[in-house]
């Protein structure tokens, strides 16, 4: 069965320093992945999305993600974090169907 | 483009209780879905649709039923409310059906079943 985990609940960074959000998913076949941003008491908003071809992919806000498949992995990362990336990340898996399977979640908090 | 839209943002309803929660969009999407959100579990698909007319079941179905009459609308019914289903729902479509498109979601309601 699919699956997504995002193994750190919550990650503290202070402004400026990079960031790094760990996901990990289990799926037979190159699956479709995305991270999605969740701000306190909104709905969530795609920020990057894989499907084929280049394994690096650029998102907005300045958000960045590299599929590996050797690790089953596709983790975000953005150079310069700012205050306003506070919020919840979630990874999510397309199953080639009709189907999402999010991780749990990693919050982040932005320390000044 | 009003995008997605949920009602009511707030709900409480006692055990037993049946209600609604309404999702719709003006965005011409075939695909609509929704989830439920609770602390430690992330978004969970309750039910989805490709289109007006076909719903089919997602990983947490039981207690929730839908139907999907127009491509606008899609609502979510509880017919029996339970302590259990208290969450955040959050309603979201997009471009086509098949999990290769990016989802829309709305801002989500959050029910409380005392």
């Known amino acids: 069965a699919q699956s997504v985990t995002q193994p750190d609940i919550h990650i503290t960074v202070s402004e400026g320093a990079s960031l790094e959000l760990r996901c990990n998913y289990s799926?037979?076949?190159?699956?479709?992945l995305f991270w999605y941003v969740q701000s306190p008491g909104q709905g969530l908003q795609l920020l990057l999305k894989?499907?084929?071809?280049?394994?690096l992919v650029q998102g907005i806000k300045g958000f960045e993600a590299e599929f590996k498949r050797s690790q089953s992995s596709f983790n975000l990362r953005k150079p310069s974090v700012h205050w306003s990336d506070a919020a919840e990340y979630f990874c999510?898996?397309?199953?080639?169907?009709?189907?999402?399977?999010f991780g749990t979640g990693t919050s982040l908090t932005v320390i000044p | 483009n009003a995008g997605v839209t949920q009602t009511p943002k707030f709900q409480v309803l006692k055990t037993g209780q049946s209600m609604t929660l309404q999702c719709a969009q003006d965005?011409?999407?075939?695909?609509m879905s929704w989830y439920r959100q609770d602390p430690g579990m992330g978004l969970r698909l309750i039910h989805y649709?490709?289109?007006?007319?076909?719903?089919d079941q997602g990983e947490v179905p039981n207690g929730y039923n839908v139907s999907r009459s127009t491509t606008e609308d899609f609502p979510l019914r509880l017919l029996s409310a339970a302590p259990s289903q208290t969450s955040v729902y959050f309603c979201?479509?997009?471009?086509?059906?098949?999990?290769?498109?990016?989802?829309?979601f709305g801002p989500g309601t959050r029910l409380t079943v005392t």
């Open positions: 979201a479509s997009s471009y086509s059906s098949g999990s290769l498109y990016e989802q829309y």
């Open positions: 965005m011409n999407h075939e695909y």
């Open positions: 799926y037979g076949a190159t699956p479709y």
């Open positions: 649709s490709v289109g007006a007319g076909i719903t």
């Open positions: 894989y499907f084929s071809g280049d394994t």
């Open positions: 999510a898996v397309g199953d080639h169907g009709n189907q999402f399977y």
